[in-house]
């Protein structure tokens, strides 16, 4: 079983910078997808960046020249770099890892962490 946990959301001023971090354990992620979504209040979860296992990454558009996702496979830990945050990045982060495997998918998520923008 795979357990992710986000850390470094909070409260930024719009223009600022903040860096996620997403811890694994349980497993290692080397060949898993991973992933950052976001969920703004009353809105549904929405993709913001992947990088695979060989560390090609995709960007949603709202983000791109913006957000830098990486990945440190000694670690065991995603990072999503966000920088000239605007009012419309406060959600809830989401960290995820997927794979898929002999037939079977492996999907797992964290508990998200809080970003707000707000002057």
């Known amino acids: 079983q795979v357990q992710l946990v986000e850390s470094g959301g909070g409260l930024v001023q719009p223009g600022g910078s903040l860096r996620l971090s997403c811890a694994a354990s349980?497993?290692?992620?080397?060949?898993?997808?991973m992933g950052w979504y976001r969920q703004a209040p009353g809105k549904q979860r929405d993709l913001v960046a992947t990088?695979?296992?060989?560390?090609?990454?995709n960007y949603a558009d709202p983000v791109k020249g913006r957000f830098t996702i990486s990945r440190d496979n000694a670690k065991n830990t995603v990072y999503l770099q966000m920088g000239s945050l605007k009012p419309e990045d406060t959600a809830v982060y989401y960290c995820?890892?997927?794979?898929?495997?002999?037939?079977?998918?492996?999907?797992?998520w964290g508990q998200g962490t809080h970003v707000a923008v707000s002057s």
């Open positions: 990088i695979t296992s060989s560390g090609s990454t």
């Open positions: 349980g497993y290692m992620l080397n060949y898993y997808t």
């Open positions: 995820n890892a997927y794979r898929r495997l002999l037939g079977a998918q492996y999907d797992y």
